[in-house]
């Protein structure tokens, strides 16, 4: 059966049993303070809630189908999960965003169409929902939610009273909207543009308290980002095949086997300014496939994930080139390195104390030396620096600060 499985973060070895979130964990989401961690269980759609400090459970709370994200903004044990097949009885609506109670085991129901994405606001006061094949960004306010369902995002349909701030407010003006970067007041709105059938793909600014929209900054491909200072790394295709490989000036890329590449931007935000997008002589080359994960380590290597990539060799028969849905990108030489290895990756997680970072790809659990941007393999108990995880690694978060 499936569960969680502890790791000894300092020597990347096993500590004891599982603990148990259901037969087939998945995604997981973890607090600031990392006292609460949940795991979905794409099963049975349960979500569980561990504290961190006794290893034990604090609740679990049925969604009404599968989610592919999920937030706990602060140390309470309240998550949000975002639902896009969520039926709401009685109403002609599919998608919600579900306020999950871990303490209680209470489910709230905030009907939004579509919803795919959800990100939040430092102190969870507000929501910013992502539904697909929309031009709009649904902002909540959770809570002022009614239980047990909230249907202030559809006014022909609301029984419930107004609320004051909304509990729903819909804000157009953007380009397949699919991710945000909240910082302070102000959020970071990935417009995903051509590669989500729309236009082109940039960046966008929204104040949160006037709800201003700012002017679109292109970018080439815009399904993910990580925020270190004043950068703004962000990644994506930026067409539903994305570049060619053979267009693009990195070397490592332009010999791949593979025809079409992603693109990594960095975007400055004092001055809202991409002098990567749309010249082959700056631009920087990563694997194609939807990007959905990010993670940057203490020394400087941002890690760079994606999904239904190109897969090129064979990592159990290494003959040639090897490459799967994996780039880790130098921010202080401007280095890529295409990691050999095969699959999507699904999980990322840094130290602070280690020059390591912990990859899942493809159901195994990665170490990488992030001096060598390279698997970890000078200890005997890591083979091909991989540590042995029974079951499908999916995800991997750490729990202590370190």
């Known amino acids: 059966s499936g569960g969680l499985v502890l790791i000894n973060g300092n020597n990347d070895t096993l500590t004891k049993t599982a603990i148990a979130a259901g037969n087939s964990p998945t995604l997981m989401a973890i607090t600031a303070a990392r006292n609460i961690v949940a795991a979905f269980d794409s099963s049975s759609n349960n979500v569980y809630a561990i504290n961190t400090a006794t290893e034990k459970s604090i609740g679990q709370v049925p969604l009404p189908g599968p989610t592919s994200s999920m937030v706990l903004p602060t140390s309470n044990p309240v998550g949000y999960a975002a639902v896009s097949s969520a039926n709401i009885p009685g109403y002609p609506v599919l998608g919600a965003l579900e306020v999950m109670n871990f303490s209680s085991g209470a489910l709230t129901t905030i009907a939004v169409s579509n919803a795919q994405t959800v990100v939040a606001n430092n102190t969870g006061s507000q929501l910013l929902v992502f539904s697909n094949d929309s031009n709009s960004v649904t902002l909540l ?54 590669e989500c059938g729309g236009t082109q793909a940039s960046i966008q600014t929204l104040n949160l308290t006037t709800l201003a929209v700012g002017p679109a900054i292109p970018v080439n491909g815009a399904t993910w980002a990580y925020l270190s200072g004043t950068s703004l ?36 935000l004092t001055t809202m300014t991409d002098p990567y997008f749309n010249s082959p002589a700056a631009e920087i080359a990563i694997p194609d496939g939807y990007h959905d994960r990010m993670d940057m380590s203490s020394d400087g290597q941002l890690f760079v994930g994606s999904r239904i990539c190109t897969n090129i060799g064979n990592v159990n028969d290494p003959v040639g080139e090897v490459r799967g849905c994996l780039a880790i990108f130098n921010t202080n030489t401007g280095a890529v390195v295409i990691a050999p290895d095969n699959g999507d990756v699904t999980g990322l997680q840094s130290f602070t104390s280690r020059d390591v970072e912990y990859v899942a790809e493809e159901g195994n659990l990665r170490v990488y030396n992030t001096l060598t941007d390279s698997l970890l393999i000078n200890q005997d108990y890591l083979p091909l620096g991989t540590i042995p995880v029974v079951g499908y690694a999916y995800d991997v978060k750490a729990i202590d600060f370190f």
Request: proline share 12%.
């Open 233 to 268: 790394y962000v990644a994506g295709d930026g067409t539903p095949t994305g570049q060619l490989c053979s267009s693009l000036t990195n070397a490592v890329n332009k010999k791949t086997a593979a025809t079409y590449c992603g693109t990594l931007d960095i975007v400055n």
């Open 141 to 194: 306010n959770p809570a002022n939610a009614i239980p047990p369902v909230d249907m202030s995002c559809f006014p022909s349909l609301n029984p419930n009273p107004p609320q004051n701030p909304p509990v729903c407010t819909t804000i157009n003006g953007f380009d397949r909207p699919v991710f945000a970067i909240v910082s302070g007041t102000t959020a970071y709105i990935l417009n995903c543009g051509a």
